[in-house]
């Protein structure tokens, strides 16, 4: 199986030359939080509240709920984090080409949305109807990933416990002794 990442060239880009610091980023208004469409992601440093965006990605959504409904992500590490750039987790083997029992998904790519801090995006391999289980968060806006991967939420309390995963090797990303995460609940479930 393929490995489950991002493109290595916009990985380098993004080490290389941080241009991207100076894009601002998209100010994201407060909105009323459904509790069927919000995700508590639960970190070693605290809870990272999560909109779902079935608008933009219904099917990733669904699947997102249905592995949060089964526990899926309880102790799945954060296994490529790059600085400036993202933190990759959702794959139970911690080895970037896992995934869950199910089929991957359909690409839902967005011409509306764009990949800014705190968005939350499908991970897949160079194909683009692989997305399964992972998914990244951005720490920096990237407008290279912009219609290239699928876009199903956004943070939007919790950045600063985002921003606390460990970082990966230069290069690579991948994490030695990477962090976990604790649970990870949708808001109408969570006790």
Known sequence: ???????????????????????AEEAVPAPKLDPNNTVYLDLP?????????????????ERIKLLCHEHFYDGTPFHRVIDGFMAQGGDPTGTGEGGSKYPN?????????????GTV??????????????????F????????????????????????????????????DGPDKIVKMRLASDAS
């Not at 160079?126 to 997305?131: I, K, N, V, Y």
């Not at 990237?142 to 985002?162: A, C, H, K, R």
């Open 1 to 23: 199986m393929q490995r489950r990442t991002l493109m290595a060239a916009t990985a380098a880009l993004c080490l290389a030359a941080p241009i991207f610091s100076a894009i």
């Open 45 to 61: 440093y605290g809870r990272v509240v999560i909109r779902l965006r079935p608008d933009l990605a219904p099917k990733h959504v």
């Open 105 to 117: 998904l359909q690409a839902e790519f967005s011409s509306t949305a764009h990949f800014v801090r």
């Open 121 to 138: 995006g499908a991970a897949r391999t160079s194909e683009p109807d692989t997305a399964n289980s992972q998914f990244f968060i951005m």
């Open 140 to 175: 920096a806006a990237n407008p290279n990933l912009d219609g290239q991967y699928t876009i199903w939420g956004n943070v939007v309390s919790g950045m600063e416990f985002v921003d606390k995963i460990k970082r990966g090797a230069e290069g690579s990303g991948t994490v």
